[in-house]
């Protein structure tokens, strides 16, 4: 066999299997850093619904009298697309919801723990914690405080957007390394073919 076609044939063998681990490594990249987004995603849901919890408010010791102070809100995680909330109260129902709350979507208080949606073509990530007790009550409170159920999403296009600066910058790097072994491989069988 001529030294050109075992040169040839080694350089396409080496650079499949190349191109082979590549995109096994870019996915696993982007499956692992989807986790660590999702799982840094559902904190930063949690601490938010412990907020909106925080401004809940009991004007008087009467369980009924509920309000909620929606000046003490965070900022949307994303600006373009606001995040959305609601407020459940286990004997008196909704006493507050997000203004941008969208007109049909309908989440009730017993769905899972974290769930996924889309609305308007919008991929959302949301919270439900339930039996969480009115923080801020009178000096006279009630021996049973009222029970709030809670329900926090955001959007997540910001996390999409991180999964794909990684996924493009390790295909950038993936496809440099490919090029770089692959000339180097060439030129060391090269060598090797030409000695006598």
Wanted: charged share 15%; aromatic share 8%.
């Amino acid at each position: 066999m001529q030294p050109s076609i075992i040169r040839r044939q080694i350089t396409i063998i080496s650079v499949l299997t190349q191109a082979l681990f590549s995109i096994g490594f870019l996915l696993a990249a982007v499956y692992f850093t989807h986790k660590i987004l999702v799982h840094a995603m559902d904190a930063s849901l949690q601490g938010r619904v412990m907020t909106v919890a925080a401004l809940v408010r009991n004007g008087e010791a009467s369980r009924g009298n509920l309000y909620f102070d929606s000046s003490g809100m965070p900022p949307s995680l994303d600006p373009d697309h606001p995040d959305l909330y609601a407020v459940w109260v286990e004997d008196s129902g909704l006493i507050a919801r997000s203004a941008n709350w969208p007109a049909g979507l309908d989440i009730s208080p017993t769905r899972r723990h974290h769930f996924d949606f889309e609305w308007a073509k919008v991929a959302y990530r949301g919270l439900r914690i339930s039996e969480i007790p009115v923080l801020c009550n009178p000096q006279n409170k009630p021996a049973q405080p009222a029970m709030l159920t809670i329900i926090y999403a955001a959007p997540k296009s910001a996390m999409h957007a991180q999964i794909r600066k990684v996924a493009l910058s390790v295909t950038f790097a993936s496809l440099l390394l490919v090029f770089v072994s692959s000339m180097m491989i060439r030129w060391t069988v090269g060598r090797t073919l030409e000695r006598p």
